[in-house]
């Protein structure tokens, strides 16, 4: 099918879709839940940029992605790991993958892979610990191709590059933060979901001296990590990281459509501001 | 009997536990591995009533259930990791998993992510005879426009780094955008510090508190395993 044709259904799905919400909104039909046309609208709209901005980029149109300081500093962690003769550390979380942090362990994933290829380029041991069952599989599939294809296939030991601890938090916690103080690391790389656990992972790296670089989404962990990590991705970076890092370009035109959605809400920010003192609540129509 | 022997391991397990803000020692390394030991095992058990529960204990009311033979069948992909030539069928499993798990973060998002957000940020720029609502205003604006701006990648002035108009007040935005974050940051952390140390006042009231004897008695032993790990590392 060509790239055309595709656009071309997408925007027909997109009308049929309009068209159902007027149709909904103005019959009463109760398809949309009440208050959520406009958010409905929004996710349509979103869906089209984001393929959209897939087609182009497929169509070998570069993407200009801005400067993350803590993506450049996983580099150099892992290339101060080698010159200490340490081992690199990295965690994404614990749990179940099929929740709303799903999109933060395929982060995590991500920069697992930028991790893994980076200790293959040097020469470094990786050890990944996790408490996600489900992603046992992909971790050792990355790390075993990134030491194939950086010429270091004696550097991979399944056993001791992918360690699966428990789903469990606090036990999954002592254990990770036991395995930096065995294992000496040098750098100490946690991408993901986390909770309470954020703490103990940056004070066990601390005590031994290891180079952090960590982030998350999640809004209440984000202080520690900016606190105690010497670099920190700050709540969304870690998506952008995480297509940085695994260097797909749909990937990437996905994190431009999300950065659309965005640059809408800045835009319905200001225009509600302007209309405000003339009378007109934007926020009454949104939530139509 | 059951409730003195439960007493003990708890107040013991968590003296071990705390020892490793110390030194890292072979009570903590006991303490560690029973507890990832037995979060392991609860996990499995968890696992396997969930699924006696929720799959094979309604297929077996009948045939209404039949689909319920989907998920399974995902799950049993798991399994092909461990064969050389099929392992890529686990991916199937792991996809959907992750699918289903976009997917809920997903529906939430335009309405609790966007609209609310925005609609939580038209505010009167000017508050007649309330200086201070009008002050908190134009902060609360100004913050969530900076952070914004801030969290937009591949939308960026070109020319970022020279002077003009567009890269001043791109830069002034995000600069804003990053101190209102680090002020919410810092009210965070405090907060959860506080509830912290709430939780080891908890812990001390009702573990090692009641059981006093026990306490002593695993901070004895926790000196004398940092004092052998010291010693060993000498």
């Given at each position: 099918?060509?790239?055309?044709?595709?656009?071309?259904?997408?925007?027909?799905?997109?009308i049929?879709?309009?068209?159902?919400?007027?149709?909904?909104y103005?019959?009463?039909?109760?398809?949309?839940?009440?208050?959520?046309?406009?958010?409905?609208v929004?996710?349509?709209?979103?869906?089209?940029?984001?393929?959209?901005?897939?087609?182009?980029?497929?169509?070998?149109?570069?993407?200009?992605?801005?400067?993350?300081?803590?993506?450049?500093?996983?580099?150099?962690?892992?290339?101060?790991?080698?010159?200490?003769?340490?081992?690199?550390h990295?965690?994404?979380?614990?749990?179940?993958?099929?929740?709303?942090?799903?999109?933060?362990?395929?982060?995590?994933?991500?920069?697992?892979?930028?991790?893994a290829?980076?200790?293959?380029?040097?020469?470094?041991?990786?050890?990944?610990?996790?408490?996600?069952?489900?992603?046992?599989?992909?971790?050792?599939?990355?790390?075993?191709?990134?030491?194939?294809?950086?010429?270091?296939?004696?550097?991979?030991?399944?056993?001791?590059?992918?360690?699966?601890?428990?789903?469990?938090?606090?036990?999954?916690?002592?254990?990770?933060?036991?395995?930096?103080?065995?294992?000496?690391?040098?750098?100490?790389?946690?991408?993901?979901?986390?909770?309470?656990?954020?703490?103990?992972?940056?004070?066990?790296?601390?005590?031994?001296?290891?180079?952090?670089?960590?982030?998350?989404?999640?809004?209440?962990?984000?202080p520690?990590?900016?606190?105690?990590?010497?670099?920190?991705?700050?709540?969304?970076?870690?998506?952008?990281?995480?297509?940085?890092?695994?260097?797909?370009?749909?990937?990437?035109?996905?994190?431009?459509?999300?950065?659309?959605?965005?640059?809408?809400?800045?835009?319905?920010?200001?225009?509600?501001?302007i209309?405000?003192?003339?009378?007109?609540?934007?926020?009454?129509?949104?939530?139509? | 009997?059951?409730?003195?022997?439960?007493?003990?391991?708890?107040?013991?397990?968590?003296v071990?536990?705390?020892?490793?803000?110390?030194?890292?020692?072979?009570?903590?390394?006991?303490?560690?591995?029973?507890?990832?030991?037995?979060?392991a095992?609860?996990?499995?058990?968890?696992?396997?009533?969930?699924?006696?529960?929720?799959?094979?204990?309604?297929?077996?009311?009948?045939?209404?259930y039949?689909?319920?033979?989907?998920?399974?069948?995902?799950?049993?992909?798991?399994?092909?990791?461990?064969?050389?030539?099929?392992?890529w069928?686990?991916?199937?499993?792991?996809?959907?998993?992750?699918?289903?798990?976009?997917?809920?973060?997903?529906?939430?998002?335009?309405?609790?992510?966007?609209i609310?957000?925005?609609?939580?940020?038209?505010?009167?720029?000017?508050?007649?005879?309330?200086?201070?609502?009008?002050?908190?205003?134009?902060?609360?604006?100004?913050?969530?426009?900076?952070?914004?701006?801030?969290?937009?990648?591949?939308?960026?002035?070109?020319?970022?780094?020279?002077?003009?108009?567009?890269?001043?007040?791109?830069?002034?935005?995000?600069?804003?955008?990053?101190?209102?974050?680090?002020?919410?940051?810092?009210?965070?952390?405090?907060?959860?510090?506080?509830?912290?140390?709430?939780?080891?006042?908890g812990?001390?009231?009702?573990?090692?508190?009641?059981?006093?004897?026990?306490?002593?008695?695993?901070?004895?032993?926790?000196?004398?395993?940092?004092?052998?790990?010291?010693?060993?590392?000498?």
């Amino acid at each position: 099918m060509s790239g055309k044709l595709k656009a071309l259904i997408a925007f027909a799905i997109f009308i049929v879709l309009l068209i159902v919400v007027a149709v909904s909104y103005y019959q009463n039909l109760g398809i949309i839940s009440s208050g959520r046309n406009v958010a409905f609208v929004l996710l349509l709209i979103l869906f089209l940029a984001g393929y959209s901005f897939i087609g182009t980029a497929k169509e070998g149109k570069t993407i200009p992605v801005r400067k993350i300081a803590a993506f450049d500093a996983i580099e150099e962690g892992i290339a101060r790991s080698v010159e200490l003769g340490k081992p690199v550390h990295f965690t994404l979380g614990y749990g179940p993958i099929s929740t709303v942090n799903a999109p933060q362990y395929l982060a995590g994933l991500g920069v697992l892979g930028h991790v893994a290829r980076l200790c293959a380029k040097y020469g470094a041991p990786l050890i990944s610990t996790l408490g996600v069952p489900e992603l046992i599989a992909a971790e050792e599939e990355i790390i075993r191709d990134a030491y194939y294809s950086g010429g270091k296939p004696e550097l991979y030991n399944v056993t001791y590059n992918v360690r699966y601890l428990t789903d469990q938090q606090f036990a999954y916690a002592s254990a990770v933060q036991a395995t930096l103080h065995r294992e000496n690391v040098g750098a100490n790389i946690v991408v993901g979901p986390f909770w309470a656990e954020s703490l103990i992972f940056m004070e066990a790296g601390a005590a031994i001296d290891a180079f952090q670089v960590a982030g998350t989404a999640r809004e209440t962990q984000i202080p520690f990590f900016v606190l105690a990590a010497d670099y920190a991705f700050i709540g969304e970076e870690i998506f952008a990281a995480g297509a940085m890092a695994s260097g797909d370009i749909e990937t990437l035109a996905s994190i431009r459509g999300q950065d659309f959605g965005k640059l809408i809400s800045w835009i319905l920010i200001v225009v509600g501001l302007i209309l405000l003192p003339v009378g007109i609540k934007l926020a009454e129509y949104l939530v139509k | 009997m059951i409730e003195l022997i439960g007493g003990w391991l708890a107040a013991v397990m968590i003296v071990w536990i705390y020892s490793f803000v110390y030194k890292d020692n072979v009570l903590y390394r006991l303490a560690e591995h029973l507890f990832v030991g037995t979060a392991a095992g609860y996990s499995i058990a968890l696992s396997l009533d969930s699924l006696n529960r929720t799959a094979f204990g309604q297929m077996a009311k009948g045939m209404e259930y039949w689909h319920l033979i989907i998920p399974i069948i995902l799950g049993l992909t798991f399994f092909f990791k461990y064969s050389k030539k099929y392992y890529w069928i686990a991916r199937y499993g792991v996809g959907i998993n992750v699918a289903v798990g976009a997917a809920l973060a997903l529906r939430a998002a335009p309405m609790a992510n966007i609209i609310r957000q925005i609609n939580a940020t038209i505010l009167p720029l000017w508050v007649e005879g309330d200086p201070l609502k009008t002050f908190n205003n134009w902060l609360m604006i100004l913050i969530t426009l900076g952070g914004l701006t801030y969290f937009i990648f591949t939308f960026f002035p070109k020319t970022e780094g020279k002077a003009g108009p567009v890269n001043i007040v791109y830069k002034a935005l995000v600069t804003i955008g990053i101190y209102g974050m680090m002020v919410g940051f810092g009210y965070l952390f405090a907060n959860t510090i506080m509830t912290r140390v709430g939780f080891l006042i908890g812990i001390i009231l009702q573990y090692l508190q009641p059981r006093f004897d026990a306490t002593v008695v695993a901070m004895i032993l926790a000196i004398i395993a940092i004092a052998f790990a010291v010693m060993k590392k000498k």
